[in-house]
């Protein structure tokens, strides 16, 4: 199962459905505390799509926290800012992979959760 978080309830819905249309399973998440929830409470997650950018929150301290608890759950970072993610060498260590907003589902990240989620097989 995958889990999408993004402050934007838009995004998070439009990616679940997308997801499903390809039968992914996957929940959502609009803020970082909820996510931590939803880890916590299911042993399901394989996969954490998510924003890096929440107001009042740190995308990267969600992703600390999960490879420190759920190290086992592949994280995959989606930014509109890409010059921050060049400027934090430790973003290679805390992200399987990073991807700039606008991102392409069909081709690229698509094909990036298949990768992931096979890789746990």
């Not at 929830?37 to 999960?66: C, T, Y």
């Amino acid at each position: 199962m995958i889990l999408i978080v993004d402050d934007e309830y838009f995004v998070t819905e439009l990616m679940k459905r997308k997801l499903s249309d390809l039968k992914v399973k996957s929940i959502t998440a609009n803020s970082l505390e909820s996510a931590k929830e939803l880890v916590s409470k299911s042993s399901d997650i394989e996969l954490v799509i998510m924003d890096l950018h929440f107001p009042q929150e740190n995308g990267r301290e969600f992703a600390v926290w999960l490879q420190k608890h759920h190290p086992n759950i592949k994280r995959i970072a989606v930014t509109a800012h890409s010059y921050e993610v060049h400027r934090e060498k430790s973003e290679e260590e805390l992200f399987d992979h990073i991807f700039q907003k606008p991102v392409d589902f069909e081709n690229d990240l698509i094909l990036c959760i298949k990768r992931y989620l096979r890789s746990g097989e």
